[in-house]
């Protein structure tokens, strides 16, 4: 089984919602943060969010106040909740996970050469 396998990626207009799903195997949904990154081609891959074992999460600032990402214990899948979304959102999303805590906290800013396990990314396509 993979770690981290994403879905839900889809084409949808701006100002409209998705949800992106990372289902994960039981060892790193119980012992792992859980990251979402993004990136698009000719750009770095972007952190957007993260979550631990509490639900504690953050958000870069180029989502905060439209994203969530929220947690499914008894089947293991990490939501990434999309609001209001923008051309701009137009990316392959990944979820990745990190089992470095500072202090019990997931490491924030994200750092990807920090992540541990990567899913193959799931492809989300705005238009305007």
């Known amino acids: 089984q993979e770690p981290l396998v994403e879905s839900g990626g889809a084409s949808v207009q701006a100002g409209g919602s998705l949800r992106l799903s990372c289902e994960v195997s039981?060892?790193?949904?119980?012992?792992?943060?859980i990251a979402w990154f993004r990136q698009t081609p000719g750009k770095a891959r972007e952190g957007v969010g993260v979550?631990?074992?509490?639900?504690?999460?953050n958000f870069a600032e180029s989502v905060t106040g439209r994203f969530t990402i929220t947690k499914d214990n008894p089947k293991r899948i990490v939501y990434l909740q999309m609001n209001n979304l923008k051309p701009e959102d137009t990316a392959k999303y990944y979820c990745?996970?990190?089992?470095?805590?500072?202090?019990?906290?997931?490491?924030?800013?994200?750092?990807?050469?920090?992540?541990?396990?990567w899913g193959k990314g799931t492809l989300v396509s705005i238009s305007s």
């Open positions: 990745a996970a990190d089992g470095d805590l500072v202090n019990g906290r997931c490491v924030w800013p994200l750092d990807q050469d920090g992540m541990e396990y």
């Open positions: 039981g060892y790193v949904y119980n012992n792992f943060c």
């Open positions: 979550i631990d074992n509490y639900k504690r999460v």
